[in-house]
Nanobody, 124 residues
Framework: QVQLVESGGGLVQAGGSLRLSCAAS????????MGWFRQAPGKEREFVAT????????YYADSVKDRFTTSRDDAQNMVYLQMNSLKPEDTAVYYC?????????????????WGQGTQVTVSS
């Protein structure tokens, strides 16, 4: 089992940057694909980014490609989401999630564990 705790959210102006962190507990962290999702008020939770086991593959939603970067540090049981050139439409609660699948996945139903989320607000 994996427990996830996100941090690093906050209020930032458009064009600014934030770095989200996700701390994972459990000795099997290295065996999970790790993903980031977000949910804006009144909208469904949507895929943002994912990094595969060992960090060899990364995938991004088109809306954040070239602006966001995800990475993982298995020695520290940490996952990160670096967000640059933020836009007001990036405003949402951001969630870290872990998936124990044989392939990298991007849908919410395929993730097994979730953090509590961290609020990101981008002002115009």
């Amino acid at each position: 089992q994996v427990q996830l705790v996100e941090s690093g959210g906050g209020l930032v102006q458009a064009g600014g940057s934030l770095r989200l962190s996700c701390a994972a507990s459990g000795r099997t962290f290295g065996s999970y694909h790790m993903g980031w999702f977000r949910q804006a008020p009144g909208k469904e939770r949507e895929f943002v980014a994912t990094v595969s086991i060992s960090g060899g593959r990364r995938y991004y939603a088109d809306s954040v490609k070239d602006r966001f970067t995800t990475s993982r540090d298995d020695a520290q049981n940490m996952v990160y989401l670096q967000m640059n050139s933020l836009k007001p439409e990036d405003t949402a609660v951001y969630y870290c999630a872990a998936a124990s699948r044989h392939r990298v996945v991007t849908t919410t139903s395929e993730y097994d564990y979730w953090g509590q989320g961290t609020q990101v607000t981008v002002s115009s």
